[in-house]
Structure formats: structure tokens, C-alpha cells
């Protein structure tokens, strides 16, 4: 289960990234010392996860990783992203928690924004509160919108010793694990707010977050959620993260350990402890981090096709798109993460007859043939048909070579359940899905297989456009970069559907999650709600507040034991007065090493232009005589841990064969490639390249070119532009 | 001939171009309507007028299953339409039904491959303001539709591409925001481009004849799944009524009654027996076809059914509809119609209410049935802002409990965060929270109601609209008691306080303490044999009392615990005295529903039997002048009963008088009962 690269010869530093998934275990080594690196020199390697104690397979993991060359002295950091925050939030296995909230407002939580998941649904049922309605408790303290104390309490927090007793004693009655305090207003008076806490934790001797603390931001049911979001889990991640250190420790490695996060960065591993909510959308993240790293300054949108769902994420200039709308479940997140959608089907998807309506239609999804029994072509038993088994019943993937010939596949399994679908889809009717069923089943599942091929990336596209639409962006302009086992294998067609001309598949794509964690950039966003018009009277109180900003975030950048310098990214959410939606606007950027030494004076003019720009191009229209207001301030301190170096010509394809494969509808016959030293510089489809990891597609009118990194670049139109192609910016 | 795999790609496509046509408009609008209520929308219709693609889950879905046609005629009697042209127009009258109100302002575009017409794009905007006697176009009492603002029949607002000047100036100068029409009108302008291009990658791949196929393919496959959807409800007849609070110009409330027959899949509603058009923008204009907007119910009754179904036109092939002339929900002439969804959320309910006697383990007991947006103006009228969109809840139904404070049955509106309001308006909100005891008791408890209460901080206005059912309560079903009713009190338990109902503008000094508790949803099944500790967990939650867990459930919780013995005598003796029994009764037809002590009152004096007599004989005088009459009849009637009837109980004698006075003024105008001459 490991990688063919060999451990270089000679010492080097190592960072090693680590992903755990719900089936393996991922592990990148990258070179740690700062220096730029080509994807080509990371080592992979692979363990089954340990579902139970997730440390257990990164321990295993690790120590057979260092067993192929690395020293444990020169592991520089290691890299860590996991998802056991968010599955603990999804199956609800997190900690009994109470809120303190303000009188007159105990449902936040109940009444949450209001809206029924479904307009046409008179079953729709709002998701369950977080936290039970019995477990929220009211004290008399709230502020108002500039931090004022409004009520009569009497304590410094405005809760007398009388109240908090009384508070305690009905605390004590619910009996939690942990405790939030969030308080109306409260983001306004973080430190009335946090007093209130420190007194309860006395007096319980459990742990109680404050909200304001947590995220000082106005919006008191999204505070509220991400407050109680991280005091559920902290318990148990609290435990992870300390099972984690016991473990590196028993291997000797006593690097810095570094845990990702759904902002697309990293932080350490004592951060992580004290504020695990940051951690738990790390994972879809990872992906898009790698790709920031590896092509900066290119506009990509990354295509993760796993095994139930296809996700997506958008890079703006080499700069992942974030957003603050983000949930889990049910709950909002109204931190910035790193913004990645569903889209549709994965290769486990079901392929099926749908007879719901007049005629029979095919569906490719939502339902998932699941890990086990899996594709029919995996020969465990299942029968339905998976998007998988139309890539077999193709010619796309070869059963004899699927994932380098490890786990062989049948391919009559897959062409029998396919035709079984095509029978379902017949209704006495010309239902387009193929010959009659007294044909041969072979060219039953053609018809099918075709269906199923275009269903899919139809699907896809409609999906990928509305994403893209919402922030008023076409996919012509983005290059793909496909991951995930079937990323590779339907990136060309989905492409070929909304008019993306290039598509990167990246080394190691099975592995590209851990390779994000490996690079992912130090990272910490702080924000404060402002609510202030931008104008020159204000440039000094804007400048003071985001110089205050900015000290929290190198305060904290201290922290993190990192030496290489970084950028703080100063900006604002600024909207027309009157209008109801805000766009983020960069205020300033500053390197991290000057930032403390010069002051920071904050010139409005420029930001009012650029708030314009992002105005025309988002909204379609500018009024230069309202009132810009400003009403968030966000800060946010990023640091690069090395480079990746671009990859160069070099490489190449040998041809190892050729069969003929479905798509669009037709059998072409297709060369068969795969990577090597030395051979054609480039391939034209139709043709197959097999990797160890995944299949990719090239079809007719697509081009393959290769590089020293491993990285195949596909671009739609004749060779000739190389490897460079396929991030290569058009103006947008 | 098109595969049915090419005809389902293809409206995969179509259905991506109409969410991209609504996500163009809303990032291109300037309004609040549009970004923060959502209240806009686009499609794709073929040459039948119906849409064949419609968003699934952006901007307003109710308009599913508008018919483009009519609009289509009346703009093209002076010459066909050609590429590049934009019919314009808001007129419920001119626009053939098209347009709900005038605010709602409709773009319809033709769609050509080559100089083949292939269909129709359509977009509309619910704008700012289009004129009128009052800011923003929609006030209750405005009681004609030139009231309302600008009448605009369809027009080419767009010749060839290039926007008619005389049209924008015209529509310019009768909004008090023009700019922000111009804006919505070319956001809706971009949407219709955007369709135009999506439908020309179409047609090019398909043809006029296979994008005809796509079409009809998509409406055939909605209708055969709406179809099999409501084959769930049993074939038969059904009838309920339910009433509005008032008619908007008097305290005499307004009836909306509904026979519904259902026969295998396909349901027609009638509406006949619905009180006459009033004097007050409360009238629907549907030329007496089934329209879009007031058949959502059997909309969500198909999503609630077949969650998957592709929004179409289809949705329509399975709805029938009869409403006579001159009524509320056939408005015709100039009857104002700003408010018209609340007539239309009262026709919900009555369909609700007939058709849970179809399919009593799908449809749920009434919802709370109302939307008000509070608003606070400042004194100085500079700002109006909404404090908290408020809403009830839902009705309960066989298997679940209600949902609490939340409601999508009118609009899927989001509410404001407090800490936004209070940094915004001039109010401190003291309390926003379910409503204790205010959903309907039942085996499945109806949803709460909410509870805002905030204080002025400076002196103001306080505006109300779609205040409902302070008079008459969500029905509850099958033994389910009905909900609380609405409540809005000012100052409540000092010596200013004052109960409101109907509020145009109420003046707020500062310090002053408003409070709306919205009406409770509708209860489902007996209480009594609600679990105990289904009423327990509502106790320990607090929106049950202990008083009202024993009253309303006969469930005795005792520092925290159900007495299970004390619980079962107590309900032991509940069944054995017929205590059950105290539920009211409609008197036609909805056997099953518990309407409360107030729809109690008001049909013992105003039975159905004789408001449906009166009601045949309204229909013979002139439409403009039948809702005076009505109201002249009712009023000397009312005028013998307490102030706050049926709200409060009138004494025997003056009921029995009452029920003689109108049976004589129904006699005088209509003839004797038939049977008793």
C-alpha cells in the first residue's frame, strides 16, 4: 500500500500531512525545510483507518512511513486533519450542554432564523434544536448594540452573587458536561461576557464558553450555535488531540503537530484544544488548500468525485473562495470556511429506472450502493448498478488494471446489472435506452451505460453553474482540478458539458487531501462587528480598530512557533446603506515580519473603489452617491509553509495498449497510456490513461501533456501550448 | 424524435437555466423585496403559456402554475413579437390574471431559434413601489385599483433589444422609487438574457419541434406525478369554510367556504358561496380559472407527497376551479387588490380543511394562518422598518406534533436577527419566544405561536398588516382542539393599555411596550390520549403548562413527574362524563374539526345553511354593490350582540334574537327557507 517514489538519498526536513478517511488513512511527507519542492518528491503512503481511535491508524501509519527512510529527527511538523469533530456534531455523540442566555430569549435556539427547509412540504419539520429547550436558562443580563448593560443586575458581569446563585443551583439541576454563556448583545461586551462564564466555571467546575469570546460577531442565533458547537465537542476532541500527542511521543516525534481547519489553513495543536469548532469542515478543505498551494494565482474549480457525492470548491486567483453561510447539518457556521458544494453523483451512486412520472426516466443517485456491497463489478454481492460499473461496462476503467491491478473487478456483473436497469426503463414505449430486450445483454447495458454517462454529467453541470451563478461567475473561465478515486475518469465529459477547456489531475489524487493538510498555510481569521459609515471622518476609527485586529491575530501568530513570514489581510464586509447584503473588501494586506513595526494608517478612497469594482462585477451596477457602511471588520494572518514548484515538461506517456471505449454515446477505439520516463510527450484522445490511483478519460479533442511532478494536464484542442497549459489564465 | 434520456437531459438543462436566470436577477436587484423576502421569480414557458422549467427552491414558488397566455394576447394585438422584444405589465385585470397585485411587476420575453417562436421566458419582481395612494402601493384600505398605483397593460417595455424610452419614463415618474424599479426591471431584464442564451444552446442542439417534445414531456411527467400523489386522497366531496378576521372596511368578517371533489388524482374547487369583492384590497383576480396562487395548497399537498416532483406547469393538468363572478376570489371591475394573500392564505386553510376529510393521515389541522410584519416608523416617517416578520406555527397531523413559531405556508420568510433590529431601529426587543399554551391540544400537539414584545425607544408608529385571527381560531382535527387566537396588546396590564385588531398606523410613545402573541396552530386526535410523557416533555420545555397539561390533557405532573395514578383516574373520569364531547362541531360537513367557542357563536346566529342562502341571493345584485348589502344585513344583526362578538359570549335572549334577525332578513331577501313555507 505505498507509493512507488523511493525515499530520496540524503537529509532532508520533512512536514507530513494526514488525512483520515472513513475507509483509509492518508499520508503525505513533503519536504519541511522552506524550500520549494516539485509534488514529484513527496512520499505517499496508506493504512486502513482505525474508525474506533482514529490516532491508532495514524500511529501505524506513521511509524511504517518512517520505516521507508525518514529519521524522526527530521520530521519538521506534522500535519493533521480530521473529521471527528464533524461526525460527532452529525450523529450527535457530543457532550450535554446547558446555555445561559438573556431573559426574554430563551428560544434563539427554537425559533433559530425561522425558516421550514421546504416551502411545498406540510410535513417539513425543522431541524431539532441543538441544545433541548430545557436545558437553556435565562439570566437578567443583555446589552445593547454599543455594549451598554442594559438591566438592573448589580455585579460587575450585571448578575449579583444572589442571581448567579440562584443560576448555579438550576445549572447544577440540568447536570451538564459544558456550558455555554451567550448573552444578547454580548458581542459588544466581550468582557462583561467572559467574567460571566469564568464566574460559572467556578462555581460548576465545568468548562463554559463564552459566545463573544468564541466569535464577537452581531447575529446572537448563529454566535449562539458556534458557542455550543465548540463546547460539545470539546470533550471529546480534548481527548482525541491528547491521545494524538501520546502517540507521536511513543514514536520519539516530538515536531510541532499542526491540526486543519475549515478556514483552508492550519493551526497548532494547543489551538485546537482551546477552539475545536475550527476544525470541523477541514476535511472537504483539504483538497482546495492543495490546489491554492500547488497553481497560485490560477482560477480553478477543484472536482473531489468520491464515492457518494461529487463536491466542489472555487479558487479565485489561486485564492480559495470562503464563505460565512456554511453549516453543519443543520447548524450555520458563521465563521469563514473554505465554501465547497455537492454537485451530484459519485462513482457509487445508483444507476436506476425512475417510473414515477408518465414515462421511465434514468437517475443516476442521490441513493449510494455504499462501500459494501459496493459497484457490481466489485462482486461482493450487490446487483445495483453504480456509476462505477458504467465506467467498466465502457471501456473506461479496465477491470484487470482498476487501481493498479489491486482490486480486480468483473465486468459481467456490471454489464448483467446494467441491463437489468435497461429492462426497467422499458414500458412499452421508445424509451431511448437501447435495443428491445430480446438483444444480448451486452448491448442492453450499452444504451444504459450512455444514459447513465450523460444523466451524470448533466446533472453535474446544472449544479456547477448554479454554484458558480450565485456569486455570478461561468465555469468557461475555470480550470478543473479533479480528484477523488473518479475525479479523473468524468472531469473530461463534465468539462466538455459547461465549456471548461482545461482540466489538471494532480499526483497523487487519490492522496490530495493529506497533501492539503502537508501544505496547508498557517491561518487564523478573527472579525468584529463595526456598523460605521466609511468615510475620511471615520479613517482614524476604522484604522484603530482594524490595527486592533490586527494585533490579535500576530498576537496570536506568536503562538503557533512558526518562523517563516506571512500576510495579514485586513478587510471589511461593506454594503450600500439600505441594502441587505454585504461584500468583503480587502482594506489592507501586510507582511507579517513589518506589520507590528509600521503603523497602519488606513487610505479610504481605495477601499471605496474597490468596494465599487466588487460591486459592478458582483451586483451589476454602482451608486455613487450612497452611503458605504462598513459592518464587520475581519482580520485574518496567513503563513506559507514552502513552496510547491510548478511542474516542467519532461515526463511522459507509454502506450500500453487499446480497446474501444463508450462515451457520448459512441464506441471509439481508445489508446491505452501510462505515465513513464521517457516516451510521447503527449496523448490524444480518445484515450485512456490508467495511474495506480485512478482512471482518466482523455476523449476526442482532448489533449494530454504531463510534467516532472506527476501532474497530468488535459486541455481541450490540439497539443502544442504543453504543460503550462492548463493554468494558464484567460482574463475574466 | 427525441429518446426519453435526450428529453430528460434537456430539461435537466433548462430547469439549470431558470435557476441561473433567478440567481442573474438577484444578484442584479437593488430591492429588499427581492434579496431579503425573496419575492421574485423566473421560468421558461413552450408555446403552450405554461412554464415548462421552474426553480425548485428559489424566489416565490406559488406562480408554478401561471398561464402566460392571456398576457401574450393582449400584447400582441396590435402585431406578433419579435426577438429581442420584453413585454412589460402588473395589472391583475389587463394581464389576464397574470399579474397578482400591482406591485408584482411581470417580463415576459419571447424565445426564437432562427425566427421560429419557441417559447417564452418570464421573470417578475415584487417592486419597491408603483404609485398609488399610499408608500409602497399596498394598504388594505385602498379600496379601487387605481388606488394602488399605476395600471400597466402588457407592453413592449423592450423592442428589438432596446429598452422603449417612453415606457421607462412613463414608469418613472409614477413610482416613488424609480431607481430602484429601473434596477429590479433590468435585473429582470439580465434574467430574461440569460434565458434567452441557455434556450438558444437548447434549441440549437434540438429544434423547435424537440424543444415542443421537452416541453410537453416535462409537463406530462409532472401531471402523471401529481396525479399518482393526490390518488391518495379518497375519491369524494368535501366542503369546509373558515373565515377573515374582517372585510377591511367594517367588523364583519369575511367567509371563504370550499367544495372540493376529488376523483381519482384529479381535485376541482369550488369556491362558490365565498363572500362578494369588497371595498378593500382584499380580492383575488382569476377570471374564474384555476390560478397558480390560490391553488398552492394542493401544490404542497403533491410535495409533501412526491418531494422530487419538477416544478411545472404539469402541476396544473390535475386542478380544477369554479369561483362565480364578482366574489373574492373572481374579483372583477376595480376591486383593490394589494392584500390579496390573505384572502388567499384563508383559502389554504378551507382546502386544508376539506381535504384532511380526503386523506386524514397526510393533511395536518389548521396553521396559525397569518403573517404580520411589525414595523416600527419613526415619528418623523424618514424610516419604516420591520422589527420581526412574525408567523405561528404548524398544524398538527396524524403521527406529529406542529412545528413551533415557524410557518411556510404563505412565504418562507427569514426572520431578523435582535441584535440587528437593535442596532437598526429605535426598539429594545424584551422578548421573542414561542407562546406557552398556545398550540392546539390534541394526541399531536398544534405548533406554538410566537411572542414579540418590544419597547419603543423613541416616540413612532406601529403598522400591523396581515394581522389575522384574533376572532376566529386555527381549526384543530379528529379530536385536536383548536389554537390560541392572535393577541396585540399595547402596555398590556398598565392603565393605558389598549387591545388592537385592526391596526392602519398605531402611534407609539417612547417607553411604550407593544406585544403580539401570534395564534397557536391546530391540534390532531384526542388530547386525552396524547402520551404522558409526550406531555411531560412539553412541561419540561415549558410550552405546555402544569395547569394546561391537566386541563387541556388530563395530565397530572407533579414536581416534575407524571402522577400516572391521579392521570388516569383523571382521565378515566373526562371519558366517562363525555367531557370530550365539549369540542365544537362545524355545522356542515366538517365533522371532524374543532373550530372553538367563537366560530361556535358566530354559526349558531349566522348558520351556514342561511349564509349560503344570503349568498345566492347577493350574487343576483350588481358586483359593486353586493358586499354594502352584505355588510348592511350582517351589521343589524351584530348590532344586537356585544361589541366583541363572538370574542365574548352574548347573553341567551340576545343570541336568540340575533339567530331570529337574520333568519328574517335572509327570508326578506331571499324567500322563506326551503321546506318551511
Known sequence: ?732 | MLTTVEKDVAHTRLQAAVEEMCLTLRRASRSLYVRDAADFACAVADLSGRFVAYPQDVGVSGFVGLDLTPAIEAATANGPLAPGDVVLTNDPYLSGGLSTHLPDVHAIAPFFDGDELVGYGWAFVHVSDVGGRVPSSVSVLNDSVFAEGLRVPPVRYVRAGTVVPEVEAILAANSRTPEANRGDLHAMLAALDTGRRRVGELTADLGPAGFADVGAFAREQSAARARSALRTLADGTYRFEDFLDNDGVSGVPLRVVVTATVDDGAVHLDLTGTDPQVEAALNMVTFGRAHSWVVTRLFAIVGTLDPAVPLNGGLMDVIGFTAPEGTLLNATGTAATGVRHATTSRVNDVVSGALVQAAPEVLPAASSGLVVPVVFAAADGSRVDVVEPMVGGTGARHGADGADGRDSGISNLSNNPVETVEANVSVRVLRYALRADSGGAGRWRGGSGLELEFEALTDGGLLARGLERLRFRPWGFAGGRPGALTELVVNEGRTDERRLSVVDVHPLRAGDRVVLRTSGAGGYGDPLERAEQAVLADVAAGLVTVKAALEAYGVVVRDGVVDTAATAAERAGRSVSGERTGRSVSADGGRAHSLGPERERWERVFPSVLADRLDVYLRTLPTTTRAARRREILGGVLAGLPERFPGVPASEAASVAAERAFAEAVTAVAGPTPGTA
Open chain 1, 1 to 732: 500500500m505505498s507509493s512507488p517514489v523511493a525515499v530520496p538519498a540524503g537529509r532532508r526536513r520533512w512536514r507530513i500531512g494526514i488525512d483520515v478517511g472513513g475507509t483509509f488513512t492518508d499520508l503525505v511527507a513533503v519536504p519541511g525545510d522552506g524550500a520549494s519542492w516539485s509534488p514529484a518528491d513527496a512520499i505517499t503512503h496508506k493504512v486502513p483507518s482505525t474508525p474506533h481511535d482514529p490516532s491508532e491508524g495514524v500511529e501505524t501509519g506513521l511509524a511504517q512511513l518512517l520505516a521507508r527512510g525518514i529519521a524522526v529527527e527530521d520530521v519538521a511538523a506534522v500535519a493533521h486533519g480530521t473529521t471527528i469533530g464533524l461526525n460527532a456534531i452529525l450523529q450527535g455523540r457530543v457532550a450535554r450542554a446547558a446555555l445561559v442566555t438573556s431573559a426574554g430569549h430563551r428560544d434563539v435556539l427554537q425559533i433559530a432564523r425561522a425558516r421550514m427547509p421546504r416551502s411545498f412540504d406540510l410535513h417539513a419539520t425543522p431541524a431539532r434544536p441543538i441544545v433541548p429547550r430545557e436545558h437553556v436558562l435565562e439570566v437578567a443580563q443583555r446589552f445593547a448594540a454599543d455594549g451598554a448593560a442594559v438591566g438592573d443586575g448589580a455585579g460587575a458581569d450585571g448578575v449579583d452573587d444572589a442571581e448567579l446563585g440562584r443560576l448555579v443551583e438550576r445549572l447544577a439541576a440540568v447536570a451538564p458536561e459544558v456550558v455555554a454563556v451567550s448573552l444578547v448583545g454580548g458581542y459588544a461586551a466581550r468582557e462583561a461576557e467572559q467574567l460571566l462564564a469564568d464566574r460559572l466555571a467556578a462555581a460548576l467546575d465545568v468548562p463554559v464558553t463564552s459566545a463573544a469570546a468564541v466569535w464577537p460577531e452581531a447575529g446572537e442565533y448563529e454566535r449562539t450555535t458556534l458557542a455550543l458547537l465548540d463546547a460539545q465537542i470539546t470533550p471529546l476532541m480534548t481527548g482525541y488531540f491528547t491521545a494524538l500527542r501520546e502517540r507521536l511521543s511513543r514514536l520519539r516525534i516530538d515536531a510541532r503537530v499542526y491540526i486543519t481547519t475549515s478556514n483552508g489553513g492550519s493551526v497548532s495543536i494547543e489551538d485546537a484544544i482551546r477552539r475545536p469548532v475550527q476544525t470541523v469542515l477541514s476535511g472537504p478543505a483539504g483538497g482546495v488548500s492543495a490546489a491554492a498551494t500547488a497553481w497560485p494565482g490560477t482560477d480553478m474549480v477543484t472536482v473531489d468525485m468520491g464515492g457518494t457525492s461529487s463536491d466542489i470548491g472555487v479558487l479565485r486567483g489561486g485564492r480559495p473562495v470562503l464563505t460565512t453561510t456554511a453549516t453543519v447539518g443543520p447548524h450555520p457556521l458563521m465563521t469563514p470556511v473554505v465554501e465547497v458544494s455537492a454537485i451530484g453523483a459519485g462513482g457509487g451512486s445508483v444507476v436506476s429506472a425512475d417510473r414515477s412520472g408518465a414515462r421511465p426516466v434514468l437517475r443516476v443517485g442521490p441513493a449510494s450502493v455504499g462501500a459494501v456491497p459496493g459497484p457490481a463489478a466489485y462482486g461482493a454481492g450487490g446487483t445495483q448498478p453504480a456509476l462505477t460499473d458504467a465506467y467498466v461496462h465502457a471501456g473506461v476503467i479496465d477491470p484487470a488494471t482498476f487501481l493498479g491491478g489491486t482490486f480486480p473487478l468483473r465486468a459481467d456483473l456490471a454489464t448483467a446489472a446494467l441491463a437489468r436497469v435497461a429492462d426497467e426503463l422499458r414500458d412499452g414505449e421508445v424509451s431511448g435506452a437501447g435495443p428491445a430486450p430480446s438483444e444480448a445483454g451486452p448491448a442492453r447495458a450499452d444504451g444504459v451505460t450512455d444514459a447513465a454517462l450523460r444523466v451524470a454529467s448533466v446533472g453535474m453541470a446544472a449544479r456547477l453553474r448554479t454554484v458558480l451563478a450565485v456569486r455570478g461567475e461561468v465555469p468557461e473561465r475555470y480550470t478543473f482540478v479533479a480528484f477523488g478515486g473518479a475525479g479523473g475518469t468524468h472531469a473530461a465529459l463534465l468539462a466538455d458539458e459547461v465549456g471548461v477547456r482545461r482540466v489538471l489531475v494532480p499526483a497523487a489524487a487519490g492522496t490530495f487531501c493529506a497533501l492539503g493538510a502537508a501544505i496547508a498555510p498557517i491561518r487564523r481569521d478573527v472579525a468584529r462587528t463595526v456598523r460605521t459609515v466609511v468615510g475620511e471622518q471615520n479613517a482614524e476609527a476604522l484604522t484603530a480598530a482594524s490595527a486592533g485586529l490586527e494585533r490579535e491575530v500576530l498576537d496570536w501568530l506568536r503562538t503557533q512557533d512558526v518562523a517563516a513570514a506571512g500576510t495579514v489581510t485586513l478587510s471589511a464586509d461593506l454594503r450600500y446603506a439600505g441594502q441587505p447584503t454585504t461584500l468583503e473588501v480587502v482594506l489592507a494586506e501586510r507582511p507579517t515580519d513589518g506589520a507590528g513595526a509600521e503603523p497602519l494608517r488606513l487610505e479610504i478612497e481605495p477601499v471605496l473603489r474597490r468596494f465599487a469594482e466588487q460591486h459592478e462585477r458582483v451586483h451589476g451596477f454602482v451608486d455613487p452617491t450612497a452611503t458605504v457602511r462598513a459592518e464587520t471588520l475581519r482580520a485574518s494572518v496567513s503563513v506559507r509553509l514552502g513552496e510547491v514548484r510548478p511542474g516542467h515538461g519532461g515526463a511522459a506517456f507509454v502506450k500500453t495498449g487499446a480497446r474501444d471505449v463508450r462515451y457520448d454515446g459512441t464506441p471509439r477505439p481508445a489508446s491505452v497510456h501510462t505515465l513513464a520516463q521517457d516516451g510521447e510527450a503527449s496523448v490524444t484522445g480518445p484515450a485512456v490513461i490508467e495511474k495506480p490511483d485512478t482512471t482518466v478519460l482523455v476523449p476526442a479533442g482532448w489533449t494530454a501533456t504531463t510534467d516532472d511532478g506527476g501532474n497530468l494536464h488535459l486541455v481541450r484542442g490540439p497539443a502544442g501550448s504543453g504543460a503550462e497549459a492548463a493554468t494558464k489564465n484567460e482574463e475574466g
